[in-house]
């Protein structure tokens, strides 16, 4: 009796357990495959049958398989958009088809009504803190070179925005460049090295703010192999708090990150669970984060790259 009984309780867990698809934008830094490992591990957790798609960086791969999902009939889906634009008519077709919509991590621009809600951190305040912390560092006095990350994202326009709120406060401050590095290593590195070349090797450069770590990393091999000290004759701040940034920071290559919390699983299928239950959910679920400095670093390491 008691095996039949466990035998049914499963097949009802069964016919109970949730289908979620989710769309992730790629692979491009390590935060973003931090992102992707914890929420795969939140759904395993919770029983949910996750249906994941990677867009390798394309919008056009991310609505076709929004519309698979929607064609399967999911429960709900969670959408990490790569740009802020062109998302109404898909997210028309999923709201059409009684199907909610969790955007993780980036924000987009459009008709909120098509979407349940947004869980995400508040980049326009990275950006605000990145250089508030620059500004009391240097005095209100220093030239930037900013590294953008992937253009009309949500993270590199709010990002932006932020820290440019703040350079305003400073006569004494500007931004001498700014470019795309795509948020990738690559990237950050490429574009560093055109930026030391056009400034004259970089002596006039104060400071670097990166949208995100891995780019900061590429662009310290490319200060490095420039004959400067980035973290001392160029100054490193980047957003992320990804493993190998704390290992950078403990060897003095770079000196602060903000933390950009990967763990958005959990409010995501809450937020879905309390929509299919009836209950109100706030339009905008915001994680967040701290800013590490060289003093915690190693430890930081330590902790982080043994998980
Ligand atoms: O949208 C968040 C950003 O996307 C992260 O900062 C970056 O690492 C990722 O690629």
């Not at 947004?118 to 950006?127: A, L, N």
């Amino acid at each position: 009796v008691g095996s039949l009984l466990l035998g049914m309780s499963l097949i009802a867990a069964g016919a109970n357990a949730q289908t979620i698809g989710f769309s992730q934008i790629g692979s491009e830094s390590g935060w973003r495959t931090s992102e992707t490992e914890s929420i795969k591990a939140e759904a395993k957790k919770r029983g949910i049958d996750l249906k994941f798609s990677d867009a390798q960086q394309k919008q056009e791969n991310q609505i076709k398989a929004v519309r698979t999902f929607i064609a399967q009939g999911v429960d709900g889906i969670l959408l990490a958009p790569v740009v802020e634009t062109g998302w109404d008519q898909v997210l028309k077709e999923a709201k059409d088809a009684k199907i909610p919509v969790v955007l993780v991590d980036r924000g987009i621009k459009g008709d909120e009504s098509l979407y349940l809600t947004k869980v995400s951190s508040d980049f326009v305040e990275e950006g605000r803190l990145a250089a508030s912390w620059l500004a009391a560092r240097t005095n209100g006095k220093c030239r930037v070179v900013e590294l953008q990350g992937t253009v009309g994202s949500s993270a590199a326009i709010d990002r932006k925005k932020g820290f440019e709120d703040v350079v305003k406060l400073f006569p004494r401050m500007e931004i001498a460049r700014s470019q795309s590095g795509d948020f990738t290593r690559s990237g950050g590195k490429e574009v560093m090295e055109s930026f030391l070349k056009a400034e004259g090797g970089g002596k006039n450069i104060c400071a670097m703010y990166a949208h995100n770590d891995d780019m900061a990393l590429g662009a310290i091999q490319a200060i490095k192999e420039a004959g400067l000290k980035p973290g001392k004759d160029i100054t490193v701040v980047s957003i992320d708090a990804v493993p190998d940034i704390f290992k950078a920071m403990a060897d003095g290559d770079a000196n602060a990150t903000i933390e950009l919390n990967p763990h958005l699983g959990g409010p995501s299928f809450d937020a879905i669970a309390a929509a299919k239950a009836g209950k109100e959910v706030p339009k905008w679920i915001k994680a967040q984060g701290p800013l590490y400095l060289p003093d915690t670093a190693a430890e930081e390491y330590k902790k982080r790259s043994a998980k």
